[in-house]
């Protein structure tokens, strides 16, 4: 796979995430809203502001990483580890709130809750894939292989005249690494330019 090839698919990996984040967000605010206790109201609210802001910043570092800035792809790679480690404690905590007698109380809630939970789950998921592809971008471009917004300038290859030794006419080369051999256009004949 290309190198550029790869970066876009890694930037729109983090767009397709923030955008999963948001609506994972969005989510628990639907749950909060419907949660009778305040308690698990409050709970629901803080789970939902942590999706929000990192849904937010990871459509920034789509931009960026798909705008060719250096540093968004270490950014990205950064925020995505630790969305992981966020979005883990939220289908860890769900999973148990699950358990509580609350929810045996209002089985309606349940629903809402499951399809965070997946969610958080496929959130986690890209997350992983992005992180991999972003780092294995940042080693290619760490190793020169992918040019960031400037052209390497490559000096121009100028045709130098060479002397035939057997007919002594005059014909053009382009120099390479010495020493190396040259057909006569005229005669034919081969010899070495050292």
């Not at 308690?39 to 929000?52: D, G, K, Q």
């Not at 148990?96 to 809750?113: A, R, T, W």
């Not at 000096?155 to 051999?181: E, G, N």
Request: hydrophobic share 50%.
């Amino acid at each position: 796979m290309k190198d550029e090839t790869m970066r876009k698919i890694a930037g729109v990996l983090l767009g397709v995430l923030g955008v999963f984040s948001l609506v994972s967000g969005f989510s628990y605010v639907a749950v909060a809203a419907r949660c009778l206790s305040d308690e698990f109201r409050r709970l629901y609210l803080l789970y939902a502001v942590i999706p929000l802001i990192f849904g937010l910043l990871l459509l920034f570092f789509a931009w960026a990483v798909l705008k060719n800035k250096g540093w968004a792809m270490i950014g990205g790679s950064v925020l995505s580890i630790i969305l992981i480690v966020f979005e883990s404690i939220g289908v860890i905590n769900s999973f148990i709130e699950l358990q509580s007698s609350f929810y045996e109380k209002y089985p309606q809630f349940k629903s809402e809750l499951y399809m965070a939970m997946i969610l958080d789950g496929f959130i986690v998921f890209l997350c992983i894939m992005t992180v991999v592809l972003l780092v294995f971008c940042v080693r290619k471009q760490r190793a020169g292989r992918i040019i960031t917004g400037q052209q390497v300038y490559q000096q121009p290859i100028t045709p130098r005249m060479a002397i035939c030794p057997y007919c002594h006419s005059t014909f053009q080369i382009t120099p390479t690494k010495k020493p190396f051999k040259v057909k006569c256009p005229s005669c034919g004949k081969e010899s070495m330019l050292r």
